[in-house]
């Protein structure tokens, strides 16, 4: 958007905004109602009694996964980032360990689910959603191994957590294909 | 990829075939996994090792029935960190974390269980099983 100079006018007029396309907005405010969406879940989820160590059910990641079906992989990935950061603001985590290892889960599933999409084909967004979840779960405990609790040890507990995610992905999946299925035959 | 129309939820938790497929081999690998790593650590008297980063600073048998309880105090990167150790396994009493997730967990008692408390970079796990102590006594 540009604001232009109307030299026989003191006054900006109103008329010289130069408006983006509709089809643009419109894409902007859906990304955007995504956003507020996936914070609210965020928080949400953050709010919830702990249902183990490390393990949420990623209703958050349901809506990347929205997002991918429905914007594709620039509109997933940002979105990702940036409910993470604004997420984190919210619930009091903003650069805690906390952050850094949400961000590390939510970044490798989205790009996993990514690399799914685009190249594995039969998989439906139960499959995608599947390692999606998969992927968040062993990138959430490598980096606490990495940078926080240098111990091998630590992967004992991976196990469970896993088959957990299956479930998790694996129910996240068949509602994003439902709700994606209703929004398009909606054409919203 | 296409997206396929849905009547229902209950048709979107079938999956394809190719979900399905998927699953299965995800289970098998993690199930495999899980029962390699159980029969490792579930070997011998049941133990509760903890660790501050990569160091181990100790390691406790846990408690039988009647047995005192151990209590502890561990230095962590945020402060001290209280642990009891008793029957029912170990726990972490308090922690200065702000999160207290790791307060919250409980106790934990079975082989591969952990607690741990990410800020205060303070790991408990715990191997072996109270069967193979008491075999270990009867020896």
């Known amino acids: 958007m540009r604001l232009l100079n109307n030299e026989h006018s003191p006054a900006i007029s109103m008329t010289a905004l130069a408006r983006p ?21 965020h928080v949400f989820e953050a709010s919830l009694p702990s249902l183990g160590p490390w393990f949420k059910p990623g209703l958050a990641n349901l809506v990347t996964l929205i997002a991918l079906a429905m914007m594709g992989t620039r509109a997933a990935v940002s979105l990702s980032i940036a409910r993470i950061i604004v997420g984190s603001f919210f619930i009091g985590t903003l650069f805690t360990p906390t952050f850094i290892i949400a ?10 689910m ?25 990138a959430q405990f490598v980096t606490v ?3 926080f609790i240098q111990q091998a040890t630590l992967y004992y507990a991976l196990p469970p957590l896993l088959i957990l995610s ?14 994606c299925a209703r929004l398009a035959h909606e054409r919203i | 990829m296409q997206l396929r129309p849905r009547q229902n939820m209950f048709d979107a938790l079938k999956g394809r075939w190719a979900d399905r497929l998927l699953l299965l081999i995800a289970l098998i690998s993690i199930v495999s996994t899980w029962l390699i790593i159980q029969s490792h650590i579930a ?19 846990v408690p039988q029935q009647g047995e005192p309880a151990i209590t502890l105090q561990v230095e962590g990167d945020l402060g001290p960190s209280d642990i009891i ?27 591969g269980d952990i607690i741990a408390c990410v800020p205060n970079k303070i790991l408990i796990t715990l191997r072996g099983s109270a069967e193979s102590r008491f075999d270990a006594i009867v020896e």
């Open chain 1, 114 to 138: 990514v690399l799914a999409w685009r190249w594995i084909p039969g998989l439906s967004l139960v499959g995608i959603s599947l390692l999606g979840a998969l992927a968040h779960m062993l």
């Open chain 2, 43 to 61: 070997a011998g008297p049941a133990m509760a090792e903890i660790y501050h980063g990569q160091t181990l600073l100790a390691s406790y048998p």
């Open chain 1, 166 to 179: 299956c479930i998790s992905g694996w129910i996240n999946g068949a509602l994003a294909e439902y709700i």
């Open chain 1, 21 to 41: 396309p509709l089809p643009e907005l419109k894409t902007k405010a859906r990304w955007l109602a995504l956003l507020m969406l996936a914070i609210g879940l």
């Open chain 1, 103 to 112: 961000m590390a889960g939510g970044l490798s599933a989205t790009i996993v």
């Open chain 1, 145 to 147: 191994e990495a940078l």
């Open chain 2, 85 to 111: 150790i008793d029957e029912h396994g170990a726990r972490i009493a308090s922690a200065p974390c702000s999160s207290q997730h790791c307060v919250l967990s409980g106790s934990h008692a079975h082989a």
